[in-house]
């Protein structure tokens, strides 16, 4: 049965949380690990709460769903992580915290984001599913992060800054379907990969909404705080970044999302109204302050 | 049947880097992919080898074994590259050319070392062994080359250049055996995971060469001449780093090593003569000159 999509979300947030911060060991240097820890928590956890729930709605019990959206988180503050580097985005706030190597250093920085790409891995090859389901998660995980997929959109983003010419609507779209994209559809397609589901619905409904959550994110950068973000705004204009606010204006920019939200809800039919949380965290995206 | 050391190695080192070089694309930026295949070239494949050397062993073809090679090759080249950067080690040479932070900037280093991490687990979620056998290589991968492994070794090593106190014998040991040991061991580890087989013998075949290995590596640092070795020397000295070398004598160390890799021979008594090429492995890991 569907659930409220804020307490969804927490209960999501709690249980990867929870499970990270006992999984998390480094008897070899402390301090990586307490970077490791505090890395993983804080964020929404958006990226772990839609694989509860993709997974939730295929039947699969939440001790269960836990290992995989544990995985994508780390695998996302990983990433974060690692953009946050002064030789990235240069960034010194994150969540509303200094970030991992302002707290710490450079080098600290460097290999607890490392590290916590290699703990996205282990958990899944130890996750309790079958192993045809094992490989299937990481396969697909692996791809969406590397260079064709997270990294390849990272480099093409840092490409972008630099270039003569700024990109266009396909450029970006591109950039940003490998930069974000892959990894918050990966987050739908958790449940229907354990289930050895149709993925169609859930790859169409993750696509929009990582489209919508990336246009939001220039939005915010343009209409936020930074005290609400928890991070840096104003950075694109200043950078003379294209953004999907600088090409399609501030309206036309909302407008996109809007219909991207429409779309991502209309791809859940299938599922009835059991997927209404899924529909309430597509409505969340849109309204996000932070 | 066992062969000729020098050529084995060469062979391996041909098949790993031609497949890593049709393998690697990274459409959404050129640079990226260009990076990538620069750091997994030039290296002597000496855990690739090993990893097609235990596959065949343990009769796994050439065909099938080139997969977990490339993806060890990919996971070491990762970790070079990021250990080379300003704020870990900051090395300009490797392999006796610029590291990559050199030739391209520091941005690079560190994506083409995350999409490199991700080949490496991509390559085995995709190899054509079972995938009982998928998952055993994954899961060993990724504890190998996490918090618990090869980035907490790294970890702890550069904590222990500020250190108040030099580590002793038996921190060194175990920095050494996260740091550079865990990774020679599973590569070691392949041809039995692979064929479901004991692992023992080269479980401790693996631990003793690793060992061997980094013991000739602080004793090279202090030996050898850049321009061999492919990389700066004496920076083990000018850091006061505890090593091999500055615990148990130049000659202390020398000796250590050879006892090391004179188990790792006796250890592969089972495999009787068709295992004279890991042998000699062992003879080169003793007297390699850079």
Chains 1, 2 share one sequence.
Request: with cysteine; charged share 25%.
């Amino acid at each position: 049965m569907a659930r409220n999509f804020e307490a969804a979300l927490a209960d999501a947030a709690t249980a990867v949380q929870s499970f990270l911060a006992a999984e998390i060991h480094t008897p070899l240097n402390v301090t990586l690990g307490e970077a490791m820890r505090y890395a993983v928590v804080g964020g929404k956890g958006l990226r772990g709460f839609l694989a509860m729930e993709s997974a939730r709605l295929h039947g699969v019990p939440a001790l269960q769903a836990v290992m995989p959206a544990a995985a994508i988180e780390c695998l996302h503050a990983y990433s974060l992580v690692h953009d946050d580097l002064p030789c990235m985005d240069d960034d010194d706030l994150r969540r509303g915290q200094p970030t991992v190597h302002k707290k710490w250093d450079e080098a600290t920085a460097v290999l607890a984001g490392d590290a916590l790409h290699a703990k996205a891995f282990e958990l899944l090859a130890r996750a309790d599913f079958s192993e045809k389901t094992q490989v299937a998660l990481l396969w697909s995980l692996a791809r969406a992060a590397g260079g064709q997929g997270m990294v390849g959109g990272q480099a093409a983003d840092i490409a972008a800054e630099s270039a003569a010419d700024p990109l266009d609507l396909d450029g970006i779209m591109a950039l940003q379907k490998g930069k974000t994209g892959e990894l918050i559809t990966w987050s739908c397609l958790v449940g229907p990969i354990i289930a050895d589901a149709s993925l169609t619905p859930l790859r169409t409904y993750g696509d929009a909404l990582g489209l919508a959550f990336q246009i939001t994110d220039d939005i915010l950068d343009v209409e936020g705080d930074a005290a609400t973000v928890g991070k840096a705004v104003s950075k694109d204009e200043a950078a003379g970044k294209a953004t999907f606010v600088s090409l399609l204006g501030l309206d036309g920019a909302k407008r996109r999302a809007a219909e991207l939200v429409e779309s991502a809800q209309d791809a859940l039919s299938p599922y009835g109204k059991d997927a209404d949380t899924l529909r309430a965290a597509a409505q969340f995206v849109l309204h996000r302050k932070k």
